[in-house]
């Protein structure tokens, strides 16, 4: 496999016989810038082995990712959890009220 820069100036432009490994390797880019511009607001994020179906974990000050899923899936739902800390930062009465909405409608699907 050949991989070049089409410029000095611009690394994330790949050209590469295989389209793929040049989309992986920005996606990781994305995923890395992502992962520092969160660390720079004081949430850490770390890497650890979660259960097989399970991406991702998050208590607001901490985004844990499951490194068993790819660099593009893990990409996204780092940036879902980011927005959904966001987002209970913003109005966590809305929030909580929406998850006991939720909540309430399992248990009644449940019965």
Not at 13 to 37: F, G, H, N
Not at 43 to 48: D, G, N, V
Not at 79 to 84: E, M, P, Q, R, Y
Request: negative net charge; contains cysteine.
């Amino acid at each position: 496999m050949r991989v070049r820069h089409r410029s000095k100036k611009d690394t994330a432009i790949l050209a590469c016989e295989e389209p793929r490994y040049a989309m992986t390797t920005i996606v990781a880019d994305i995923y890395q810038s992502i992962k520092k511009r969160a660390e720079s607001y004081g949430i850490l994020i770390k890497e650890e082995r979660l259960s097989a179906e399970t991406a991702c974990s998050f208590d607001g000050l901490s985004i844990t990712m499951n490194p068993d899923f790819d660099v593009e899936e893990r990409s996204y739902y780092l940036v879902h959890a980011l927005g959904s800390i966001v987002r209970w930062s913003i109005d966590r009465e809305e929030c909580q009220a929406l998850f006991d909405e939720l909540r309430d409608a399992k248990k009644d699907r449940a019965a």
